[in-house]
């Protein structure tokens, strides 16, 4: 299995310039990486309105659980709410706290 | 948060029916409804192609609301009867298979009054072990169980018996799994200080327990997950042996002169209903829909057919997320008035500041047809994919769809509410895949204002031909399923949505008789034509689905249960029944990619005559489609071509093919025998859409373009494209009843 190697933070910084990609070998290495882990708790976007609004949830650990909203997180920018998503699984994959 | 939530009894409906709207609501006193035709439901705001028209109708106005609820979890009912009344000493008795046997209390079999306390009930106890519990009112309830917890997934069989006369109850699991593995028997007895009380009027359930009669709604609870088999009652306490004998025997009656009820669910297949092959006449009825035509706890494995070895079949399997009809009481009704034009409707519901479209589709009065042209609404694949949750369930689903998950607010509601049913493409709370999905209940996908798959999408060819000024009557899959080639003939030509996907036999032969004698079907979509599926003859509105073999999907099908229980035919893909949607239409699916759609260039054979039709307007090098709301092309999602070796029609013409498509478009399962590193879009010349057409000897003709993002192209550049201009060309031509000849 890859693993990510949480010192190259340049990747995140190629996320945050282009969420929709074009990604280099690696960042798509990553981003595989992030979309692969278990459903439970993963961190998600929430389209509060449509092409309007979106926030950031937190899968729960069962079926019939609310999803849980990041507090006071709302993007009126859809590439916004990627780039938390993004950040949010790197941080739990990792184990290591972004600033 | 849903506030407001709905459903109709019928998703087809003529001038003359009624329709009844069922309405549940969530903290809002009140709710307004008005109907409205849905022209097209895409109501991204930087798209502004929304459209819906308000309709005047009588049921328009202020309702107060109330909360309905969803009684979920299959089970068997059988009505109280003199001898379950008067029953002394008893033993109950039942094969068992249980697939979640940690879950908590389950009933087996229990005549069971619960407000009461009397009569008995056998369980899979709180620790997962079977038990007994034995009441006769006023604190008097006892239980013995075996205190060993049954094995997952293994038959087990499963007996308890009351002596009358001693007070003795005991109860016993044997185990009859792998001789590899731990034996889970276990046995223990137990006394009552009193005389067990008979549960009267309430009715022995099977797979569950009863609720208080006070409860609303919902009737009963601790649903079994698991399989049973071949329930039996005797009004005596047998021994061990007995017991043992009368569970393999498939007449107990002949065997047991005290036999109370034997039920044999190898009966009835495909129906609610169940047997008693004792001479008393106990029989009951299945409720919200568990699956039937499963293997036994005699399964051998020389059969795969249910219908060839029935009692090998015996078995019924229950889920306590099993659903069919939420049976809301109906809130107010529409008769549809005749003038009012065939097209989709919908109900529009508004609570504070939440709404919900309870969608349905309005075909001409039955016998005749308002328009030449017929939109072919997918009705059987929109309830394929009634509430699907693959998005919340599927680990592996955000690497085929290569986004984050999205959920909109519909899809978090379904998250916390299970109890709205699962959709063809979820596993159940044990983890068997879901066969059945049924439209008597809120859908939350089938509306305008939801995400662009299934239902809503086939909106964007709905409001090209309202641009177009393209005259259409809307029908539905069920109509054709129920009236077959009838149904299309009235039509010179019949235009299909973005995904028509599941076919059952009556459709499939309806519209390929319809294209034999000449009718004109223009197939603008994609994966199409795929499954076989089955509708029920006793139960409206539900279908079946059983994905024997391979095909794009979330699950297996279970192995020895690839029949189908409603119709006994062998499901899965139609291409593995060896009639694949090549043959019906000149392209079957060959790859899937949700990422970025192609485009088409025209070839050669677009140059014959035959195809100048098609292309009347557009230049010979133009790119055709390189735009478009699904993946910024005309040809994604789910892609289509040829094949001589399926059944392709040999003078059919390759107009048009795709390209451009990327590295996350694979091949489909069944195109491959085995994975390597050249299976998607970059590198794979197999990933890829053909546009075709051929006629037929009876003057008919079938216009193809092989892809489910077609239909997203056609609002561009307010629908006036290179897309719309080759469907309008296409339409225009087959509108026009000069027959097509055949190439000489």
């Known amino acids: 299995m890859y693993q990510i190697d949480p010192t190259r933070t340049d990747l995140i910084e190629e996320f945050d310039r282009a969420p929709g990609g074009p990604h280099s070998a690696e960042l798509k290495q990553v981003i595989m990486r992030l979309r692969t882990g278990p459903m439970t708790e993963r961190f998600i976007v929430v389209c509060t309105r449509r092409g309007r609004e979106w926030a950031v949830g937190r899968m729960p650990t069962e079926r019939g659980k609310p999803v849980a909203l990041v507090e006071g997180v709302v993007f009126d920018d859809y590439d916004n709410a990627a780039r938390l998503v993004f950040r949010l699984r790197w941080q739990a994959a990792t184990g290591q706290a972004l600033g | 948060m849903k506030k407001i939530i709905a459903y109709t009894n019928v998703w087809t409906i003529a001038p003359g029916d009624t329709l009844e709207v069922k309405v549940s609501t969530y903290g809002v006193p009140r709710y307004r409804a008005d109907l409205v035709r849905v022209i097209c439901g895409d109501d991204d ?25 969803m009684p979920a979890g299959s089970h068997v009912c059988v009505p109280s009867s003199g001898e379950l009344k008067h029953l002394k000493s008893f033993t109950v008795q039942v094969w068992v298979f249980p697939t979640t046997p940690e879950k908590g209390e389950q009933g087996l079999v229990s005549h069971w009054d619960e407000d009461a306390q009397r009569g008995f009930a056998l369980v899979v106890d709180g620790s997962g072990a079977a038990a007994l519990r034995l009441g006769a009112g006023a604190g008097k309830v006892v239980v013995v169980a075996s205190g060993k917890p049954l094995a997952l997934r293994r038959w087990h069989l499963v007996a308890a018996s009351w002596d009358a006369a001693t007070g003795e109850l005991a109860v016993s699991q044997g185990f009859a799994g792998s001789p590899f593995e731990a034996d889970s028997s276990s046995s223990a007895r137990g006394k009552a200080a009193f005389v067990a009380a008979d549960a009267g009027d309430a009715s022995l359930l099977m797979a569950a327990l009863p609720l208080s009669r006070s409860a609303t709604g919902q009737t009963t609870r601790c649903h079994f997950n698991g399989k049973l088999d071949r329930p039996r009652l005797t009004g005596r306490v047998l021994s ?320 020895g249960e690839y029949y189908l229980e409603f119709t006994g035919e062998y499901g899965g893909l139609w291409r593995r029944l060896g009639m694949a949607p090549q043959a019906l239409v000149g392209v079957g699916t060959v790859a899937v990619g949700f990422d970025k759609s192609g485009w088409y260039r025209r070839t050669p054979e677009s140059f014959d005559r035959r195809a100048a039709f098609i292309f009347e307007g557009i230049g010979d090098d133009e790119i055709l489609g390189d735009f478009g709301i699904l993946g910024g092309g005309a040809s994604g999602s789910e892609i289509d071509a040829v094949d001589t070796m399926l059944g392709t029609p040999p003078h059919t013409l390759v107009v048009a093919r795709s390209e451009g498509h990327s590295e996350n478009t694979y091949l489909v399962p069944d195109e491959t025998g085995f994975h390597h590193s050249a299976m998607e879009g970059t590198h794979n010349p197999k990933v890829r859409a053909d546009m075709t057409f051929f006629e037929t000897p009876g003057g008919g003709a079938v216009f193809s373009v092989g892809s489910i993002a077609w239909g997203g192209s056609l609002p561009h550049d307010g629908y006036e494209n290179n897309v719309a201009r080759i469907s309008g060309n296409v339409l225009r031509r087959f509108l026009d009843p000069r027959p097509f000849a055949m190439p000489e």
């Not at chain 2, 459209?51 to 309905?68: L, N, W």
């Not at chain 2, 959920?407 to 998250?415: I, N």
């Open chain 2, 240 to 559: 061990a042996a007995e017991i043992e004998a009368l569970a393999w025997d498939n007449a107990p009656r002949e065997r047991e002169r005290l036999l109370v009820a034997g039920w044999d669910f190898s009966r009835d297949i495909g129906s609610t209903r169940v047997a008693d092959s004792s001479f008393n006449g106990l029989h009951g009825h299945t409720v919200n829909l568990p699956s039937r035509g499963v293997k036994g706890f005699n399964w051998s494995g020389r059969e795969q057919n249910w219908r060839h070895a029935p009692q090998e079949y015996g078995a019924i399997h229950f889920h306590d997320d099993d659903h069919y009809d939420a049976g809301w009481d109906t809130d107010f009704t529409y008769v549809v008035p005749d003038g009012l034009k065939s097209g989709v409707y919908a109900v529009r519901l508004r609570a504070d500041d939440d709404e919900w479209y309870a969608t349905f589709f309005v075909r001409p009065r039955r016998g005749t047809a308002t328009a030449k042209l017929a939109f072919l609404a997918s009705t059987v694949t929109y309830m394929a994919y009634a509430n699907y949750r693959w998005q919340v369930h599927e680990r592996f689903a955000e690497a085929a769809e290569v986004f984050w998950t999205t959920l909109d607010r519909g899809d978090a509601f379904l998250q916390e509410h299970p109890e709205f049913g699962l959709s063809t493409y979820d596993h159940h709370w044990d983890g068997s895949g879901v066969r059945y999905a049924s439209r008597l209940r809120p859908v939350i996908n089938m509306a305008p204002k939801t995400p662009l798959w299934s239902f809503n999408p086939d909106t964007h060819i709905l409001g090209w031909l309202e641009h177009a000024g393209i005259d259409y009557d809307v029908i539905t899959d069920e109509d054709l399923h129920h009236e077959g080639v009838a149904l299309l003939e009235r039509y010179e030509a019949v235009v299909t949505g973005t995904h028509p996907e599941y076919y059952t036999t009556p459709m499939w032969d309806g519209l390929r008789a319809y294209i034999a004698r000449g009718g004109r079907l223009a197939y603008l979509g994609g994966n199409g034509f795929i499954w076989r599926c089955a509708l029920s003859d006793e139960l409206p509105g539900v279908l079946e689905l059983r994905r024997a073999e391979d095909g794009i999907r979330y699950r297996d099908e279970e192995p």
């Open chain 2, 45 to 69: 705001p930087d798209r502004g192609i929304y459209r819906e028209e308000e309709i005047v109708a009588p049921f328009s106005g202020d309702y107060p609301g109330r909360t309905q609820i």
